[in-house]
């Protein structure tokens, strides 16, 4: 692990976010239900955009009816549900490679959209919390 640490940060940060917000922006066209009339030329544009292996991978994904690119949230792949290995997480907030879930093998990216925050101005004690679902 020591031996693949990145030495491409600073570029290579930039281009796997890009790359993301392609395959994101690619997947929301494919999979949304209304197709505007450049939809496919912006389709085309995307695609172009991606390497194709990357693409080849993602392509595979939707061809099974799956979307390609799912998102992390709590260190938890939001598509199964599995967790998500801390180093995972860690190279997708550095930005520094691409990262495929181990378990659905989507592309993987981190959605750190804050959830409201219940203050909590005292001591946290550790307890569990068991979810209760009251049927409706
Ligand atoms: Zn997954």
Redesign the pocket.
């Known amino acids: 692990m020591l031996g693949a640490f990145p030495l491409f940060c600073d570029d290579g940060g930039v281009v796997m976010k890009e790359l993301l917000k392609i395959l994101l922006e690619l997947q929301s066209i494919e999979f949304s239900e209304a197709h505007p009339d450049n939809a496919e030329a912006r389709l085309t544009e995307l695609r172009g955009k991606v390497p194709p292996q990357i693409l080849g991978h993602y392509d595979r994904l939707v061809a099974r009816g799956k979307k390609g690119v ?1 998102a992390v949230r709590h260190q938890t ?1 939001t ?2 549900h ?1 967790s998500v290995p801390l180093g995972t997480v860690m190279t997708l907030r550095h930005g520094d490679d691409i990262q495929l ?1 181990g ?2 093998g ?1 592309y993987l990216y981190l959605d750190e959209t804050p959830e409201p925050v219940v203050e909590t101005p005292r001591k946290i004690t550790r307890r569990r919390k068991t979810k209760q679902l009251t049927p409706a």
């Open positions: 799912a792949c598509a199964c599995m879930c378990n659905c989507r």
